[in-house]
């Protein structure tokens, strides 16, 4: 299946009080980490992010067409350029995750009508880890036209959702330890 990666790099980081896509672990920024981990596996990587800090070789980078109402609009902006009907999107600060691991347990159960498929880790769904189709983008917009920003709002809107039991790890970082 050919699909793009919409890394979702533009978060305020209020708790942790640094850009998260700049911190180093292992030796590389959390943003070049993902990027040098899903490109042999991705058509194309699109970063959103208003941080011209966050440009970064093997990824094109886009900024978000509504700022600050989250993750949401992080999503519309990438599904919005991107070319392929698939699209893994992929939050900043989970530098655990296995991502080939990720993409073939979630790969499985797409077909027919689905619009999500997401992971479950420890009874927790798992909404900036999935693939998201691009027929998503006119319930997200339909949704921000309401002003309804939380991402938990738009699940429940789409037809087709599948969930897979994962064991990967999802941590994600939000103080320096």
Not at 35 to 57: F, G, M, T
Not at 103 to 111: D, F
Not at 131 to 154: G, M, W
């Amino acid at each position: 299946m050919e699909f793009n990666c919409i890394i979702l790099a533009g978060g305020k980081s209020s708790r942790l009080n640094t850009d998260k896509a700049l911190i180093h672990f292992h030796g590389k920024s959390l943003l070049k980490k993902i990027v040098d981990s899903i490109s042999p596996l991705a058509k194309e990587i699109i970063v959103i992010s208003n941080d011209c800090q966050h440009k970064i070789k093997g990824a094109t980078t886009f900024s978000e067409d509504h700022e600050k109402i989250g993750p949401l609009g992080g999503i519309k902006t990438g599904l919005q350029h991107s070319d392929t009907d698939w699209n893994l999107i992929l939050s900043i600060d989970m530098p655990l995750l296995d991502l080939p691991s990720l993409i073939k347990q979630l790969q499985l159960p797409i077909c027919g009508e689905t619009n999500v498929t997401l992971p479950i880790s420890k009874e927790q769904c798992q909404n900036l880890a999935g693939f998201y189709h691009r027929d998503t983008l006119s319930v997200i917009n339909n949704q921000i036209a309401r002003s309804e920003y939380a991402l938990k709002q738009l699940l429940p809107q789409l037809t087709d959702i599948k969930t897979i039991e994962s064991n990967l790890d999802f941590s994600n970082i939000n103080t320096i330890q």
